[in-house]
C-alpha cells in the first residue's frame, strides 16, 4: 500500500480520495485479551480507522529498561487493528496529555533539571533514546511497509505549551531519520496562538475541538489552505476529576456535530470512541488554579463503554455513518457478559506501619526530597524523623505536599494535608521527643498546561513553628508489588485511624466474567486483584465502582487486598453494573 497524501482538501490513499472516520483507542488503558473485541466494535460502527497513542512512560519506566509485552505490546495492538481491517493513526509524540499520568513523559525526566517539551538538547538526547527502541518497531508497520499505520503524530497540541519550531523540526528529523516516511502531522485547538505556536513546516496541521465545526475548520483553512480538513480529537464526551460530577453529553447533540463535519467532507476521529480505564496510578491531573486529579475510570461517556459495552451514543453514531458508507447489520459484535458476584468479607488485616520493614528498604536524607530523587515513579512515599521535646503547642508546615499527606506523630494521626488545602497542623511535643511520619501519596502529575513540571512528595521542606527539620528516614512506597506484604505481622499497639492492608477472597464457580467492584463504607485507597493494580478509590466520588475485567479473575479463588488509607470496613461487593 502507499502512503496517505492529499491533493486539495482530499485525502487519497491508493489514487483513491478517502474519508477518514477514526476511533481513539488506548492500548494501554485496555486488557489485552479485550483489543481485539474493542476494535471490532470499532470497525462495526463504521471506522475505517482506529488511533492510540503511545505512553513513553508505559515503554521506558526506568530509564534504558524498555517494554513491550503485556498491556505495552503496541506492535500486537496494531497487528490485531490491520486483522480486522483498519488503518491505523499512531500518535507516539514524548508527550500525550491523554489524562495520563505526567502527560506520558516517563517520572524519571523529573530527577535532572530538564526542560521538558523544547529543544533542551538534555531532553532532545532522552527522547532520542526512546525512538531508538521504538520507531524500528513501528516501521515494518507503516503502509508503505505493508502495514496499517498511515500517519504519525509528532508532538500533540503544542501550541497550547510553547513556540519552539527548532523542536518541532528536531521531533519531525528524528521519526524521518528512523525510516518513518508516511504522513507527519500535529493538532492543536484552532486558535490563533495555538495554531501559530503548534503548525511546522512539512507537516500537516490537524485541529481538536467538541463543537462548531465550521468555525474551528475555517480558522484552520486561513493557516492552512488547500490541504484536508480533519478533527484529531473530536471531543463527544469528557473525563472526570475526583470532587466533581460525572460528565456526560447528549447523544442527540454529538451526532448532530458528527454529521455536520462528515457532511462537509471533513475527517474525523472520535475522542474517546473507547475509553478504557486509568489502571494502577496511570492516572493524571489539571491545575487551573486549582489541582485537580483525574478518576481511575476513562469512560469518558465514549460510544463504547469502559467495560467494552454498545451504547445508545454507539448506536446513533452508527446510524448518521450510515448516511455516508454502506453498512451491515450482521456487523454488530455482542457486548461481553457481566456478573454480580455478591459481597465478600475481608479475612485479615495488617496495619501498613506493621509490615512496612518487610516491604521497602530505608535510605537516609539530609532533607525530605521528592519521590523522583529517590528513583520513584509512583505510589506513596514515607519520610520519618525524630523531633526533640518537651515543645508547646507547634505548628508544622509541609513545603509543598504532593500531593495528599497523612501526619502521624507517634504513630498516631495527627492530620491530612491535601495540595488544595495546604493547612498547618498544630501539635504538641512531648518531653523526649516524638517521632513524626509523613505518608504522602502520589495523586497523579499534571498532564496539560504549564504546570507540567510536577515532582512528588515532599518537593521543598518541612517546618516546625519556622525552624526546617532535618535528617529524615525515607521509604518508598511504590506498590508495583506487594512483595513483602505479611499478614502474619505483629500488631505493635498502634493507635487510632491507620493505613491498613485488608485481605479477601473471591471464589468464582465458573468461567469468570467482567464485574464492577464496590467499596461502600470504605474511604479512599488502592485495590489489587490476583496481583493487578486496578486503581484508586475514593468515597469523593464521582466513580463508586471500579471496573473489574474478567481476563484478572481465575476459575477458583480471587486474592484481593485493599489499601485502605483511613477506616476500613469488613466487605466489599461485586456487582454487575457500573457507578461512575
Not at 253 to 264: N, Y
Not at 431 to 437: I, K, M, P, R, T
Request: hydrophobic share 40%.
Amino acid at each position: 500500500m502507499t502512503a496517505l497524501s492529499y491533493e486539495d482538501q482530499h485525502f487519497m490513499l491508493e489514487g483513491k480520495p478517502i474519508q477518514l472516520i477514526s476511533g481513539a483507542v488506548h492500548y494501554f488503558r485496555i486488557v489485552p485479551e479485550y483489543w481485539e473485541d474493542r476494535l471490532r466494535k470499532v470497525k462495526a460502527m463504521g471506522c475505517n480507522c482506529v488511533e492510540t497513542y503511545i505512553a513513553w512512560n508505559v515503554h521506558e519506566p526506568r530509564e534504558g529498561q524498555f517494554n513491550f509485552d503485556g498491556i505495552a505490546d503496541v506492535v500486537e495492538f496494531i497487528r490485531i487493528a490491520q486483522r480486522v481491517d483498519l488503518l491505523v493513526i499512531v500518535r507516539p509524540s514524548p508527550y500525550i496529555c491523554a489524562e495520563w499520568e505526567f502527560g506520558g513523559m516517563p517520572a524519571w525526566l523529573l530527577k535532572e533539571d530538564i526542560r521538558l517539551r523544547c529543544s533542551d538538547p538534555r531532553f532532545l538526547e532522552k527522547v532520542s533514546a526512546y525512538y531508538d527502541a521504538l520507531i524500528p518497531q513501528l516501521k515494518p508497520l507503516l503502509t508503505t511497509s505493508g502495514g496499517p499505520i498511515i500517519a504519525v503524530q509528532i508532538e500533540n497540541e503544542y501550541g497550547s505549551y510553547g513556540n519552539d519550531q527548532a523542536y518541532l523540526q528536531a521531533l519531525r528529523n528524528m521519526l524521518v531519520e528512523r525510516g518513518i516516511d508516511v504522513l507527519l502531522f500535529t493538532s492543536d485547538g484552532p486558535a490563533d496562538d495555538m495554531l501559530q505556536g503548534g503548525m511546522t513546516e512539512g507537516v500537516l496541521a490537524t485541529v481538536n475541538f467538541g463543537s462548531r465545526p465550521k468555525e474551528a475548520f475555517g480558522k484552520l483553512e486561513e493557516y492552512q489552505p488547500n490541504a484536508p480538513l480533519m478533527c484529531m480529537e473530536y471531543w463527544n464526551g469528557w473525563f472526570d476529576h475526583w470532587f466533581e460530577e460525572h460528565h456526560t453529553r447528549s447523544a442527540e447533540d454529538a451526532a448532530q456535530v458528527l454529521d455536520e463535519m462528515l457532511s462537509m467532507g471533513a475527517s474525523v476521529n472520535f475522542y474517546m470512541l473507547h475509553g478504557g480505564t486509568n489502571f494502577g496510578f496511570s492516572s493524571g491531573a489539571n491545575h487551573g488554579g486549582r489541582y485537580k486529579p483525574t478518576v481511575t475510570s476513562y469512560d469518558y461517556d465514549s460510544a463504547i463503554s469502559e467495560a467494552g459495552d454498545i451504547t445508545p451514543k454507539y448506536q446513533l453514531f452508527r446510524k448518521v455513518i450510515g448516511k455516508y458508507v454502506s453498512l451491515s447489520e450482521d456487523d454488530m459484535p455482542q457486548n461481553t457478559p457481566k456478573a454480580a458476584y455478591g459481597e465478600v468479607k475481608v479475612n485479615r488485616s495488617v496495619k501498613l506501619f506493621d509490615t512496612l520493614s518487610s516491604m521497602t528498604d530505608v535510605k537516609t536524607s539530609v532533607c525530605p526530597e521528592p519521590m523522583e530523587k529517590y528513583g520513584q515513579n509512583q505510589g506513596f512515599i514515607l519520610y520519618s524523623t525524630r523531633v526533640s521535646g518537651p515543645r508547646s503547642e507547634c505548628f508544622l508546615t509541609i513545603q509543598d505536599v504532593r500531593d495528599r499527606a497523612h501526619v502521624f506523630l507517634n504513630r498516631k494521626l495527627v492530620g491530612v494535608v491535601e495540595r488544595w488545602d495546604p493547612q498547618q497542623l498544630s501539635i504538641m511535643i512531648p518531653e523526649g521527643g516524638a517521632q513524626l511520619d509523613i505518608l504522602v501519596e502520589n495523586m497523579g502529575r499534571i498532564n496539560y498546561g504549564s504546570e507540567l513540571l510536577d515532582r512528588k512528595g515532599i518537593t521543598h521542606g518541612v517546618c516546625l513553628n519556622g525552624q526546617f527539620l532535618f535528617h529524615w528516614e525515607v521509604r518508598n512506597l511504590e506498590l508495583d508489588t506487594l512483595d513483602g506484604l505479611h499478614f502474619e505481622a505483629t500488631n505493635t499497639g498502634l493507635e487510632g485511624e491507620q493505613p491498613v492492608f485488608c485481605e479477601a477472597a473471591l471464589l468464582i464457580q465458573d468461567g469468570p466474567q467482567d464485574t464492577f467492584l464496590r467499596l461502600d463504607g470504605w474511604k479512599k485507597g488502592v485495590v489489587f486483584v490476583n496481583g493487578f493494580n486496578l486503581g484508586r478509590y475514593w468515597e469523593v466520588g464521582p466513580q463508586q465502582t471500579l471496573y473489574v475485567p474478567a481476563p484478572i479473575l481465575r476459575q477458583g479463588e480471587n486474592h484481593i487486598v485493599v489499601l485502605e488509607l483511613h477506616c476500613p470496613g469488613d466487605k466489599i461487593s461485586f456487582v454487575a453494573e457500573p457507578s461512575l
